[in-house]
């Protein structure tokens, strides 16, 4: 059975650095063309794509949000951590972990953590 | 950026009523790479199709998808009850988007 695990602040100032861990179970990265992935989904809003990372530690980004996008992988830990920096009000959302099937559709979902950008 | 543009965005309709979603992308979209999830208050997404038209696993078959190139389209042919949710379209031909949504709620 796949999981996925959000974990980290759910309350950040503005300027400052959010970092996720996504911790999974289930499955390994190792496995051919699998990714793992963040989704976020302001309150009342759609949801937006931001990155993936596979198992090659190859990863793709949002256009528009990929000045201030990390990520990373610590396969033998089964998890994956995702910065992003100068938060701001606006990135206050549910930021989704998700599992990512080799041809590119989202097939597992973790429960989202909310995360609230306040001074 | 394939910028995906669903409608309506909302359908107000009763149960037993057929739904017709659509999702239109900038772009064509090559090999049907677009999904679609379903999304319920409080909830994660779930994906319900895949490749335009394949049902994920466990999905009923009274959900449909079909289109290709530029306009795809989901049908629910009779609603029940616990298919009044949110649906998004998401590509996956050029990198990910997903669009805008549409909710499906009790007339």
């Known amino acids: 059975q796949v999981t996925l695990r959000e974990s980290g602040p759910a309350l950040v100032k503005p300027t400052q650095t959010l970092t996720l861990t996504c911790t999974f179970s289930?499955?390994?990265?190792?496995?051919?063309?699998?990714?793992v992935g963040w989704v976020r989904q302001p309150p009342g809003k759609a949801l937006e794509w931001l990155a993936l990372?596979?198992?090659?530690?190859?990863?793709l980004f949002s256009t528009s949000l990929r000045p201030r996008l990390t990520i990373s992988k610590d396969t033998s830990r089964n998890q994956v951590v995702f910065t992003v920096t100068n938060m701001d009000p606006v990135d206050t959302a549910t930021y989704y972990c998700v599992r990512i099937h080799s041809s590119g559709w989202v097939d597992n979902w973790g429960q989202g953590l909310l995360v609230t950008v306040s001074s | 950026e394939v910028v995906l543009t669903q409608s309506p965005g909302t359908l107000c309709l009763s149960p037993g009523e057929r739904a017709t979603l659509s999702c239109r992308a900038s772009q064509s979209i090559s090999s049907n790479y677009l999904a679609w999830y379903q999304q319920k208050p409080g909830q994660a997404p779930r994906l319900l199709l895949f490749?335009?038209?394949t049902r994920a696993t466990g999905i009923p078959d009274r959900f449909t998808g079909s289109g290709f190139g530029t306009d795809f389209t989901l049908t629910i042919s009779r609603l029940e009850p616990e298919d009044f949710a949110v649906y998004y379209c998401?590509?996956?031909?050029?990198?990910?988007?997903f669009g805008g949504g549409t909710k499906v709620e009790i007339k």
């Open positions: 990372i596979d198992g090659d530690d190859d990863n």
């Open positions: 998401q590509q996956y031909s050029e990198s990910f988007t």
């Open positions: 490749a335009g038209s």
């Open positions: 289930g499955f390994s990265l190792t496995t051919t063309g699998v990714s």
